[in-house]
């Protein structure tokens, strides 16, 4: 008998030390948020992450494209080109070139200090989609007609020789002298034909 009442407080004495030990379920953790909520926001995360993502890519290309530039600039000569060079002529034709752009032969007669060297001589300029054409305004390489007379801007290296090529930054063109009379005697024409025309008006309503 006293065995049995042994083991029973043993074993009651067992039980209770063994739900103490187990303590309470734990409670959920303070500002924890909804399964939704953190897709939700796990999905944000991922397209902030695209968008860096693109915004870098495109980073790379503008650079990539920079460099290309500064290449074709300075010949790839492996300087940089920082020097002006003014070429001052003649349009004498043009041709379509390599990648969009179009290849203008001037007949240099002038140019400052750094492009004296090409006086009197036909060179050939490229025109592409970073240059800026004026000719009464905004234009295009092929806007350019036979005999007019070219301002051209280009930027290369001091220790360039000849052979460098010359990469248009700025062209502008201003029509040859012919075109520009044509253009004025037009304009005459016109301006002469409006008043003839408000004269006669004017006499055929004051006449009685």
Do not use: W
């Amino acid at each position: 008998m006293k065995l049995k009442t042994l083991l029973l407080a043993l074993f009651t004495a067992g039980l209770a030390a063994s739900f103490a030990l187990a303590g309470p379920p734990p409670a959920p953790r303070e500002g924890k948020m909804p399964v939704a909520a953190q897709e939700k926001a796990s999905a944000a995360k991922d397209k902030g992450k695209e968008k860096a993502k693109a915004a870098k890519a495109r980073a790379a290309k503008a650079k990539a494209a920079r460099l290309a530039a500064k290449e074709e600039a300075n010949a790839l000569d492996g300087c940089r080109p920082r020097v002006a060079f003014i070429l001052q002529g003649e349009f004498v034709s043009s041709s379509a070139g390599a990648e969009g752009t179009t290849l203008v032969a001037m007949l240099v007669k002038r140019g400052n200090a750094h492009a004296k060297r090409y006086a009197g001589k036909q060179v050939t300029v490229t025109v592409g989609d970073r240059t800026r054409v004026i000719r009464r305004g905004p234009a295009e390489a092929s806007d350019l007609a036979a005999g007019d007379r070219l301002l051209v801007h280009v930027r290369g290296c001091k220790s360039a020789d000849e052979t460098m090529a010359l990469y248009a930054k700025h062209v502008v063109a201003k029509p040859a002298a012919k075109e520009e009379d044509d253009e004025d005697e037009t304009t005459t024409s016109t301006t002469t034909a409006t008043d003839t025309t408000t004269t006669t008006t004017t006499t055929t309503t004051t006449t009685p």
